[in-house]
């Protein structure tokens, strides 16, 4: 990835699946879970799918890798 990716700036960002489900495949960041105790670092983000609205909570690390996750939406 060109550009760190920092879990603060990651609310409303877009994102699509390498490996689409249920024919998901362009998602954002519609929250980002602030840890219960304060001072720790950011740990989960919630990914809506465009199309459904469906929601899955993700570590997210796991958009970093370029794996499973491209930043913006790619056709």
Same mark, same amino acid.
């Given at each position: ?5 920092? %879990? @603060?700036?990651?609310?409303?960002? @877009?994102?699509?699946?390498v490996? %689409? ?13 602030? %840890? ?16 459904t @609205? ?12 370029g ?9």
């Amino acid at each position: 990835m060109k550009n760190p990716l920092h %879990p @603060k700036k990651l609310l409303l960002s @877009k994102w699509t699946a390498v490996h %689409p489900i249920n024919k998901e495949k362009h998602f954002m960041v519609v929250k980002v879970i602030e %840890p219960e105790e304060e001072g720790l670092p950011v740990e989960q983000v919630v990914l809506e799918a465009v199309m459904t @609205k469906r929601q899955k909570t993700i570590h997210w690390r796991l958009l970093t890798s370029g794996l499973d996750w491209k930043r913006g939406w790619v056709t």
